[in-house]
């Protein structure tokens, strides 16, 4: 019976009148009796030796409790580690407080815990550094020059690894192709901007030996396992609570230095201490994303047929690796570099490189979005240069519809796929003829407006795991869910995932509800707390539905046959004629014999008639591990105007067809692509991270690094067509990136095709007012010569 | 350091301008006036500021409103952007001002910041400096021992300095009558929403002719200054297109060797888009002086 509740219905989200309303308990609203704050010293310099550091004048302030140097505490904690393990990587010492050496501004070089946060940060200005300062390199193709300044000794030419993925023989196809196009491109340094920042509370209790971290994270049970590695202290007596947690977009899906540091230095000092990160300081030891620099290229035939792409990356990693950098421009970069093209010819290598900025890691979409922008501006520039619409182009090499599994060359498997149904319905949105006359007129009276396509098929629902850990990944991907129906018939889920803003409550409850039959109000959803929670992995990669949604959805099951098993027993008939439908077990082709849930539920606690052999209880974990990741795609849509005299774009619309399998809640899914489209026209038009050369951090706060407001935005036009995975029981694919994914080389692809008439054929992201008034000058210039 | 939280300070809430003043005297300039806020406490939070004390001037009773006082509009440095923009006064008599209030930051900006507080900050990306250089108003300073007023034209002296005394208040912007239109064109800084670069202009046309002309520029130099190159080349001339747009070339000419450059804007693109909002700001102005 469908409800209002039920699975696929707009449900509001249940988690917002707290969250909305300042009643919902984010990190620093965590207060614990005797709490002290700490304060981290950071390095002002990109590079540099520690002569020394005297901690002197800031432990005699007023108020400081203590202060520590790297040297301090060297002994309890240990270097950082990075979970995602390359074949021939190198893994640089990185540790939570440096003492010889700093590597980039903002790495820490003491931290001082006073009795409020004005005390700390008053002390912490009174640490006395001494610096060598060294020549710093923030560009990851300058940076493997012989003659580079080098941050690790064991990284020679700072290069972490070289990678390569590939299928077919490019080299081979392009020297028979007839056209090849290549091109340089920029994917620029992002910083993440999760509206709350990272914090930490950490707890000690002597009597138990028992750490307490509260920390706003994506993952909190590898936060507990990393926490143990780092400091040693026993794994069963580390407890990791992430609280609400106010988006996080990847910057918060790793082991970060003050989550261990909070933690022995509570332990040290026996009692509880609060760090709180300020957005500035946020912005230099919070981890960056994207940074390639990629020379691309892609090879075919006169009549529009590709044949092959090749890319030579060079991905800044920053100065030290973060838990998941290895992995985001190898394996979530290269695999997918055919996207929704048949594409028999992969050649793909990347240089992980280090240098003096902060690190590197998993940004909403992470290394999707670069792939997609490589494969995507490729195919813009291949349709120009062989004379083809790009919508004919993209058609013409779309791999026909597959519903189960497609090897594309790379040796990856696609679940299912309709790529062109997505292109007709966003080509119908946009009325695709009506807008190429609507651009003719414009230009005749001196406007410049253009038109771009993104057609994309990502990686989502991260997993499985043998296949992750044999590309490197440190930790099964798998995910976990344990249903408990009370002796009442209510319902708590417990998840292994850890939402912070995607309304997983309600897309848990509601999956509870359909499947259980029990009213959607009856289910309370527990995420966060790893001593609650069974082990888990975490939410990122677009996964929780599809992986930690599927092994909720296989603990319903689990509950639902047990309790089929007692109403048979209970009913005198053979199990299989026992059926079970919003709340009520009744023999079939008999209505008028049934038992309800709360009765049957009720039995199972009493266990005064149960089945023989059977245990009491009602209650299920599942460890889902699915067999293939699933791979959502579609076709997405910017329009955009260019003011000729200033260079400023203006976004005119945007429209988006996604297909992301089975919905949920398709409300939660339009919100996620809303998000995901501004933070790719962020991308597209006005962000990025600017070092100088020395390595300071130029865009270091929101008066400099320009985020998109709701000014910059349009009105999004959604859409959906479905096509279901069968790589899991629902049918879902994962939503959460494709509008980070699909958007910046839309919005990219219709800037240069505004002004293709002025021979214009590539422009690197942001699309600055400046530097299309430069691109526009240069080529009304070049075309006048 | 990168801390977001200021150092100590010691906070005053003077009821009068004379205790405001006799405050600024007694600290010796290490004191500084709060007037809103929304340029002053970010600074202090980051540590790039750490005044000894904040003397408050939000209690101070007649500081803020907006009257006509005969030909002139007097508008209190207390009053915010918000009242300003919204103020059915200043939109017909002064609409380059309405136009500049409404354009900065975000509501909540509006809503404290104060033309006060902006003037005398004197950053050189605000909007209102550019305004006030345009409409020709006359600032009032004032002491315990009383006021003396300053023109606008002399008002901003350098990078975020002004022609206050330590001792003086911000206590009065006056913006002078006469039949002139006026308009403000700002090209926004996307991360800050300051001006990359902002021109106000006021012109007055008689006869079809154009009788006057004053052009205010901010976000370009050092701190914001007139054009009269391109205020000249238009006095005298008709207000044609044609005519707007060449003077609009001299727009700025006076900031050749000093535009600003920085991470959003090179020094190049700036001087090109004086003159782009020249234009845009002349064109506005003449079309509601009837010109």
């Known amino acids: 019976m469908t409800t209002a509740t039920s699975i696929g219905k707009a449900v509001r989200r249940h988690e917002d009148p707290r969250l909305i309303s300042g009643n919902a308990t984010y990190i620093d609203d965590v207060k614990l009796l005797g709490m002290a704050h700490a304060a981290i010293v950071r390095s002002p310099h990109a590079h540099a030796n520690i002569l020394n550091v005297d901690v002197t004048g800031a432990a005699n302030s007023p108020g400081v409790v203590a202060a520590f140097t790297g040297a301090d505490v060297q002994e309890q904690l240990g270097s950082l580690p990075a979970g995602w393990v390359l074949a021939d990587m190198k893994t640089p010492n990185h540790p939570p407080i440096a003492f010889e050496k700093v590597r980039y501004v903002g790495d820490a070089v003491a931290v001082v815990v006073a009795e409020t946060p004005q005390a700390a940060a008053d002390a912490a200005s009174l640490v006395e550094v001494d610096y060598d300062v060294l020549p710093a390199v923030v560009n990851a193709e300058e940076a493997v020059k012989d003659g580079a300044p080098q941050l690790h000794d064991d990284a020679p030419n700072n290069i972490d690894f070289e990678w390569e993925v590939g299928g077919g023989d490019y080299d081979a196809a392009a020297a028979e192709a007839e056209v090849v196009v290549k091109q340089r491109m920029i994917n620029q340094r992002l910083i993440p901007n999760p509206i709350e920042e990272r914090g930490v509370v950490a707890d000690y209790n002597r009597a138990t030996d028992q750490i307490t971290l509260w920390t706003s994270t994506q993952i909190p049970h590898l936060v507990r396992l990393l926490f143990a590695a780092v400091t040693g202290h026993p794994e069963q007596k580390v407890r990791v609570i992430a609280p609400e947690v106010g988006g996080g977009f990847g910057c918060k899906l790793y082991i970060y230095a003050e989550e261990v540091i909070c933690g022995v230095i509570a332990k040290l000092l026996a009692r509880p201490v609060k760090w709180i990160s300020g957005r500035q300081e946020g912005y230099q030891a919070t981890t960056h994303g994207r940074d390639h620099i990629a020379d691309v290229e892609m090879c075919g035939n006169r009549d529009g047929t590709i044949t092959g792409i090749k890319t030579t990356v060079y991905a800044n990693l920053g100065a030290y690796l973060s838990t998941f950098a290895p992995g985001i421009p190898t394996v979530l970069f290269g695999f997918t570099l055919g996207g929704p093209y048949r594409m028999p010819n992969v050649a793909c290598k990347v240089y992980g490189v280090l240098t003096n900025t902060t690190p590197v890691d998993a940004y909403r979409g992470a290394g999707r979005p670069e792939c997609t922008y490589v494969i995507e501006r490729l195919v813009d520039i291949f349709s120009k240069e062989t004379g083809h619409d790009p919508t004919e182009v993209r058609r013409k090499n779309f791999i026909p519809k597959f519903t189960d599994g497609h090897e594309v060359s790379t040796g990856v498997t696609y679940d299912s796929g309709d790529y062109e149904p997505a292109l007709d319905r966003a080509l119908e949105m946009l009325d695709y003829g009506a807008f190429r006359e609507e651009q003719r007129k414009a230009r005749s009276e001196g406007r410049l407006i253009g038109v771009g396509l993104s057609s994309y098929v990502e990686i989502c629902g991260i997993a499985p795991s043998a296949v992750a850990a044999s590309l490197g990944a440190g930790a099964g991907l798998w995910e976990s869910s344990t249903v408990r129906v009370h002796p009442t018939g209510k319902v708590a889920v417990y998840t292994g995932t850890s939402p912070h803003g995607q309304g997983h409550q309600t897309s848990f409850m509601q999956i509870t509800s359909s499947e259980l039959g029990v009213p959607f109000e009856d289910v309370e959803v527990f995420h966060g707390d790893t001593d609650k929670q069974q082990m888990g992995t975490g939410t990122f990669g677009s996964r929780s539905v599809a992986v930690g949604g599927t092994a909720l959805y296989m603990s319903l099951q689990k509950v639902i046959d047990k309790a089929k098993r007692i109403a048979a027993h209970q009913m005198g008939v053979p199990l299989q004629q026992v059926s079970y439908e919003s709340g009520t077990f009744y023999v079939e082709d008999i209505r008028e014999r049934n038992m309800s849930w709360g009765d049957v539920v009720g039995e199972a606690y009493s266990a005064k008639n149960l089945p023989p052999e059977m245990e009491p209880g009602l209650e299920a974990v599942t460890f889902f591990d699915p067999q293939n990741f699933t791979w959502p795609f579609g076709t997405h849509i910017a329009v955009l105007e260019i003011d000729q005299d200033t260079g400023e774009s203006k976004v005119l619309r945007y429209i988006a067809v996604d297909d992301v399998g089975n919905v949920v809640n398709p409300m939660i899914v339009d919100g996620m692509v809303h998000g995901g489209v501004a933070q790719g026209i962020g991308q597209g038009l006005q962000e990025q991270a600017v070092y100088s050369e020395d390595g300071q951090l130029l865009s270091g706060s929101m008066m400099d690094y320009a985020l998109p407001t709701a000014e910059d935005v349009p009105t999004f036009e959604l859409d959906r067509t479905v096509t279901p995975t069968d790589v899991n029981p629902m049918g879902v694919k994962g939503a959460g990136e494709t509008g980070t994914i699909a958007c910046s080389p839309a919005i990219v692809n219709a800037a240069v095709d505004a002004l293709s008439h002025l021979g214009v054929r590539h422009v690197d992201m942001p699309l600055t007012a400046e530097k299309m008034w430069r691109t526009i000058r240069d080529a009304k210039a070049a075309q006048s010569d | ?291």
């Not at chain 2, 007037?35 to 540590?47: D, N, Q, T």
């Not at chain 2, 006509?68 to 915010?80: K, V």
């Not at chain 2, 809503?111 to 605000?126: E, V």
């Open chain 2, 1 to 291: 350091m990168t801390t977001s939280i200021a150092a100590p300070f010691k906070y005053h809430s003077p009821d009068t301008v004379e205790e405001a003043s006799g405050l600024l005297s007694r600290y010796g300039g290490a004191a500084r006036l709060l007037a809103g806020g929304h340029s002053l406490l970010p600074l202090m939070k980051l540590r790039l500021a750490s005044p000894e004390a904040l003397i408050d001037l939000g209690g101070i009773d007649g500081l803020s409103g907006i009257r006509e006082d005969g030909d002139e509009l007097h508008i209190g440095s207390m009053t915010t952007y918000a009242e300003i923009a919204r103020s059915g006064l200043v939109a017909e008599r002064a609409p380059a001002l309405a136009e500049a209030a409404a354009e900065v930051a975000d509501t909540p900006v509006r809503n404290a910041g104060t033309i006060g507080g902006s003037l005398a900050h004197s950053d050189p990306a605000g909007d209102l400096p550019a305004v006030v250089l345009a409409l020709g108003a006359t600032l009032v300073a004032s002491t315990a021992g009383g006021s003396r007023t300053i023109g606008a034209d002399g008002f901003f002296t350098d990078f975020m300095a002004t022609a206050l005394g330590s001792d003086e208040v911000l206590t009065e912007i006056r913006v002078p009558g006469g039949g002139s239109g006026s308009a403000y064109a700002k090209l926004a800084n996307k991360a800050s929403h300051y001006a990359v670069v902002g021109v106000a202009a006021a012109v007055s046309v008689e006869g079809g002719v154009c009788t006057s002309a004053r052009i205010g520029i901010t976000g370009a130099g050092p701190h914001a200054v007139r054009s009269p190159q391109a205020e000249s080349a238009l006095v005298g001339s008709t207000p044609t297109a044609a005519a707007i747009s060449s003077a609009s070339q001299l727009g700025g000419a006076e900031l050749a060797g000093q535009f600003n450059e920085d991470i959003h804007a090179s020094a190049e693109y700036r001087e090109a888009m004086v003159k782009v909002f020249t234009e845009r700001a002349l064109t506005a102005a003449f079309a509601r002086a009837g010109g």
